[in-house]
């Protein structure tokens, strides 16, 4: 990939990113319930990488993907949210989220194509420790459904703007459009591996 595509792939990333870089963790903000579960998402550069990339994949991937992919991650994700919110334990959370954002990305870089249903899976996979930790972080003070309804709400935003990203990408290049998505998965990837071992 050229120089060009990355700064194309960086440009495009920053457009559709809010301007933090901080996880999601307790403390950033003191707004409760409804404002505190749709900043949790979008404030947190694993959960915006992640969901944004499965908007882009789903955009790759056209057709049914187009919703099934954003559909099954918000799903999974609520279905983690009660587990975490119930105290239910899943191992490795953090590193799931981490590990979210490296194959993400990477699928997206590989312009990977496997069947739609074991994307499916894999999206639902991740969905469930972003998904925990919503849960688990939810501030004692906020009612249960308005956080939980902002968290499903950031999420839904953040799978359109990785949609609208694809798209815009795909318009404003035709010609070098696939590259420059390829780029981006692999901006992201590079990130996730950052998160992963600490350095970001």
Known sequence: MSVASFRRAGLALALVLPPSAAFAHPGHFDATGLAYGF???????????????????????????LWLLPATFVAA????????????????????IALSVVVLGAVVALGMRAKLAATIGLVGLFAVFHGHAHGVEM????????????????????????????????????????????????????TGIGILTGLI
């Open 139 to 190: 501030p004692g003070d906020a009612g249960g459904l308005a956080y939980g309804l902002g968290f499903v709400l950031g999420t839904a935003l953040l799978h359109l703007a990785g949609i609208a990203a694809g798209f815009l990408i795909g318009r404003l290049a035709d010609r070098n459009g696939a590259a420059v998505t390829r780029a981006a998965g692999a901006v992201v990837g590079v």
């Open 77 to 96: 994700m609520a279905l983690g949210g009660v587990l975490g919110v119930a105290g239910a334990a899943i191992p490795f959370v953090e590193t799931g």
């Open 39 to 65: 900043a949790h998402p979008v404030t947190g550069l694993d959960h915006v990488l992640a969901m944004v990339m499965v908007g882009v994949l789903a955009w790759q991937l056209g057709g049914r993907a």
